[in-house]
Every structure is written in structure tokens, then in C-alpha cells.
């Protein structure tokens, strides 16, 4: 069993990796799910996160985080995700609500407190776990792995960079420097796993509210891609995290050197990789850039169909 925090910005495909991450199938301990201001302000992804939480009946904290990056100020996607950054289904007001206090000290205080190593699990910008990191630095002697949603070698909110970088490029660097071992997600691989109508079709077969739920955002995010980017659906990007954690065979990676570009004028938050080692530096992140899709969305199917209660 592996101790995960689940750092977001829910959005359609962070909802869906929370639901990956909470399933029978999953033998993920949640410590918690801290927000971060990302796809849309970090108030109303609290909101998401805490709607999912009573959607799955899921008894973890939710800690609300940074407002915004460290240097530069927000960026959000309202025309990926919606004005409500979870646009699409509907669900009724959470009737919980966040934990007081800040997504930071959650972070460092798990941490700190754990017996076992804990893998953090970003999907969104990387601010509070930069922050984390920068206000309590011995949390690394207790983390085992980041394993996050972010980067590519092309981007998609710039040519060069992909939105979670972007929007925080100076974190990222935090983070890709700390010396932590990084699993990285990028759009080379989360590209690979677009839910297209067969698979929304397969979704669709699966008779319980969370298929439902999960139907739902993949016909909106499927939308907001196709108008937005001309895909035949939507990348579930940040799925490809909690996928990785529950089979980590499903996924082809490459151990190689990252580093984040923060001064570029054309690649502002790209995430240089390193691919034929021509810098000769170490390779310091996992690089996910294959995935098994049948297994994959064999697995996903699975997952949902164990919300069915057997
Ligand atoms: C990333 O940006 C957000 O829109 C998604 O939730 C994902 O984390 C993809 O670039
Ligand atoms: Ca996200």
C-alpha cells in the first residue's frame, strides 16, 4: 500500500484520476486531496474536489492551496474545462467542507508525520509542492516519489510548454531540482489515451453514478478538445498518474534528463528533455512516453465497474 497525496486542480481528468486513486480496484492510501489554482481558480477546484469527495463517499481531507504561482500571476482554461472547471455533469452542492489551514502545511505535516514513505501525486501546477518543498525541505528525506501530470516534448498551451508548466515554470524548476524522484506525465504519453466515443460508448455500458459521473465529463471534455485542439476526444491526462501507481507496466518509460525552461521568450515552461543525452547531465526523471492502450482502458473499465459494488 503506498501513501498518496493527491495535489489537483479538478478538472475533468484530475476528477477522474481521484476516482481511479479511491476504487476498490486501487490499493492507494489517500492522505489527502490539496487544491491549487490551476485550471480555474483554486476556490472553485475546492469545490470540485469536495464534490467528488462526497460523490465517492470518500472520507480524506481536502485542503485548499496556493491562489497563485509563485513569480507570475494565474493563468486558467475555462475554454478546456468551463467556467466551473468541472463543467458538464451536475453535481448538488458539497455539503462538506475543506480542512482549515493551507495546502503547504497539510503537505509537510503528512509528511513529516508518515511512517511510510509518501508519494506525491500532482495534476495540476506544481506551486504548492515548490512551496512545500522550499518551507520544509526535510519532507525529501520522506518522499518516495512525484509522480505528476505535466511537460512533453511539444506543448499545448505554448508550442513549447504544456499548461500545468506553464503556469508555474518557476515551481516546476522546484520541484525537477529538489532531488525528489520525478515520474513525469507529459503529453507524449497522455495523447495516447484519448477517450474517444468507443470508449465513451464502454463507459457507457457500465450502470452505476460514478460511469455516469465519468461519461459525462469525458462527453464535455471531449467537446472543449474537439472544438478547441480538432481531437476525436479528450486526453485523460491526469488519469495516466493514478493509472501508473495501481500498474506501472502499463506504461513504457525512459530515465532521463529534465530540465524547465524559465527565461525563454517562445519557451517559457517547457520542460527540455533530454532524449539522446546530448548534455551529458544526469538523468534525473522517469519519462513516461508508451502506454499499453488496450490494457489501459481494459484496466479503466474494470475500475469503474467496481463502483458497482461487486
Ligand atoms: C493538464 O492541464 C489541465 O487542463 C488538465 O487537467 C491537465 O492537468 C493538461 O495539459
Ligand atoms: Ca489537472
Redesign the pocket.
Known amino acids: 500500500m503506498r501513501n498518496v497525496i493527491l495535489d489537483c486542480?479538478p478538472?475533468?481528468?484530475?476528477a477522474i484520476s481521484i476516482i481511479i486513486a479511491a476504487s476498490d480496484v486501487s490499493d492507494l492510501k489517500i492522505l489527502g486531496i490539496t487544491t491549487v489554482a490551476?485550471?480555474v481558480e483554486v476556490e472553485k477546484n475546492t469545490v470540485n474536489a469536495l464534490k467528488i469527495s462526497e460523490l465517492l463517499d470518500l472520507d480524506v481531507p481536502v485542503v485548499q492551496g496556493a491562489r497563485r504561482p509563485l513569480v507570475k500571476k494565474s493563468e486558467i482554461?475555462p475554454e478546456?474545462?468551463g467556467e466551473t472547471g468541472m463543467d458538464g455533469p451536475v453535481l448538488k452542492d458539497p455539503e462538506i467542507s475543506a480542512l482549515d489551514g493551507h495546502a503547504v502545511d497539510f503537505i509537510i505535516d503528512q509528511v513529516m508525520q508518515s511512517d511510510e514513505a509518501v508519494t506525491l501525486v500532482p495534476?495540476?501546477p506544481l506551486t504548492n509542492i515548490a512551496m512545500a518543498l522550499i518551507k520544509e525541505p526535510r519532507i525529501i528525506e520522506n518522499i518516495d516519489e512525484i509522480v505528476l501530470?505535466g511537460g512533453g516534448t511539444f506543448g499545448?498551451w505554448t508550442p513549447a510548454a504544456?499548461?500545468?508548466i506553464f503556469v508555474d515554470a518557476e515551481a516546476a524548476k522546484v520541484v525537477y531540482e529538489s532531488g525528489v524522484p520525478v515520474t513525469m506525465f507529459g503529453?507524449d504519453v497522455?495523447h495516447q489515451v484519448i477517450a474517444t466515443q468507443d470508449i465513451i460508448q464502454r463507459v457507457g455500458n457500465i450502470d452505476n453514478k460514478i460511469a455516469e459521473f465519468v461519461k459525462e465529463l469525458l462527453i464535455f471534455f471531449g467537446e472543449t478538445y474537439k472544438n478547441h485542439f480538432g481531437f476525436n476526444g479528450g486526453p485523460i491526462?491526469?488519469a495516466c498518474t493514478t493509472m501508473y501507481l495501481l500498474k506501472p507496466e502499463l506504461f513504457k518509460t525512459e530515465y532521463l534528463n529534465v530540465t524547465i525552461e524559465t527565461k525563454g521568450e517562445y519557451s517559457y515552461g517547457m520542460t527540455v528533455v533530454d532524449t539522446l543525452s546530448v548534455t551529458g547531465r544526469e538523468p534525473n526523471t522517469n519519462v513516461a512516453l508508451g502506454v499499453d492502450q488496450e490494457a489501459f482502458w481494459s484496466l479503466f473499465e474494470e475500475i469503474l465497474k467496481s463502483y458497482s459494488g461487486g
Open positions: 486542480d478538472g475533468h481528468d484530475d490551476g485550471n482554461a478546456i474545462h495534476t495540476g501530470m499545448n504544456e499548461f500545468n503529453l497522455t491526462h491526469d
